[in-house]
């Protein structure tokens, strides 16, 4: 059965009666309009705790005056529905005003990841998710929070945030879902027209693109960026917001690939902006193994 709470104070009074009783609680928190993405973030957290919290919550905090707050889409009904079949415990589902009363003045604000990529786009929105993650965690009372990697730029700065505030709990990182065209699954892909949603595949296309050339021994920086914005062009309906080639804990642009390297872009299709990122390592660089073990050094220890 799912337990919907709809006040901070609930919410709080819940998780700490959960720990008290020596429970582990993982939590996803969620904008609601739930797709597969979500749900393997919830299973993972099904997996890993006693009490899986989700919470439903369109942070206007996050979104700029020209952007989609208005129109985001609210589908409560069937998030519940679909939350029940994986067996979720608690939907957080707080109205506005129990989560920003009158009065509020207090942000979160995590410099230097949030300058390039979204935030250089977007003034203002990590601000907005840093502070509701950040009270949502107080809320909430994880010991474990789940976050997708679709949104790479957001999950460091969450991991810098739960690192420089001390937060008691594990974040981790889940890899992007995708449709079978590779499309990485959004709940903006709803805004999306039929001939949009095909036109949508050019973001993995192109990543894809910039994959096949590193892989085939492209180092330059910028090359990596011009088969993004090529594959790109190609498609009339996307118009390319911007194409970053970073590292993938710093974020900060590298001009040559010398190990694993973030390939992130958004581009609008139709009225949706959509994101998508890509980590690629050349292939002569030796990256480690599980074991932490480069592969020259796996061959040496193999041929002893
Ligand atoms: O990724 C999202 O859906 C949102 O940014 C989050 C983390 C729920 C904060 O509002």
Same mark, same amino acid.
């Not at 996803?28 to 993405?37: A, I, K, Q, S, W």
């Not at 420089?164 to 981790?172: H, M, S, T």
């Not at 879902?177 to 595949?201: H, I, K, P």
């Not at 594959?231 to 309906?237: C, D, G, I, V, Y």
């Given at each position: ?110 410099? /230097?990841? $949030?300058?390039?990529?979204?935030? =250089? ?10 502070? %509701? *993650? +950040? ?123 010398? /190990?694993? $390297?973030?390939?992130?872009?958004? =581009? ?10 890509? %980590? *690629? +390592? ?23």
């Amino acid at each position: 059965m799912l337990h919907i709470i709809r006040t901070a104070q609930e919410m709080q009074a819940h998780a700490l009666r959960q720990r008290l009783a020596g429970k582990r609680l993982g939590f996803v928190p969620t904008m609601g309009c739930l797709h597969e993405g979500h749900l393997s973030l919830v299973r993972a957290a099904r997996r890993d705790c006693d009490v899986v919290v989700v919470s439903i919550f369109v942070n206007p905090l996050q979104f700029g005056p020209r952007e989609d707050l208005a129109g985001y889409p609210r589908t409560l009904a069937d998030d519940l529905a679909r939350l029940l079949e994986v067996s979720a415990d608690v939907v957080f589902a707080p109205a506005e005003g129990s989560l920003y009363p009158a009065g509020f003045a207090t942000f979160v604000e995590v410099t /230097g990841l $949030t300058e390039g990529l979204c935030g =250089a786009r977007r003034p203002g929105h990590f601000r907005g998710v840093a502070t %509701v *993650v +950040c009270k949502l965690f107080n809320l909430v009372q994880p010991q474990r929070a789940y976050f997708g990697e679709k949104d790479y730029q957001q999950l460091q700065v969450i991991r810098r945030m739960v690192a420089d505030l001390n937060l008691p709990l594990e974040v981790v990182g889940m890899p992007t879902l995708r449709q079978t065209d590779g499309l990485a699954m959004s709940s903006r892909n709803r805004y999306l027209s039929g001939a949009e949603r095909q036109a949508a595949t050019a973001l993995w296309r192109s990543l894809e693109a910039a994959r096949r050339a590193v892989a085939a021994g492209e180092h330059d920086a910028l090359a990596v960026r011009r088969r993004v914005t090529e594959t790109l062009r190609a498609e009339p309906l996307a118009r390319l917001d911007y194409v970053e080639v970073c590292h993938p804990e710093t974020l900060r642009p590298v001009a040559v690939l010398d /190990g694993p $390297t973030l390939i992130a872009l958004a =581009a609008y299709v139709g009225q949706a902006r959509l994101i998508d990122n890509l %980590v *690629v +390592c050349p292939a002569s660089v030796d990256t480690p193994d599980a074991q932490g073990r480069t592969e020259a050094a796996a061959s040496s220890s193999r041929q002893d």
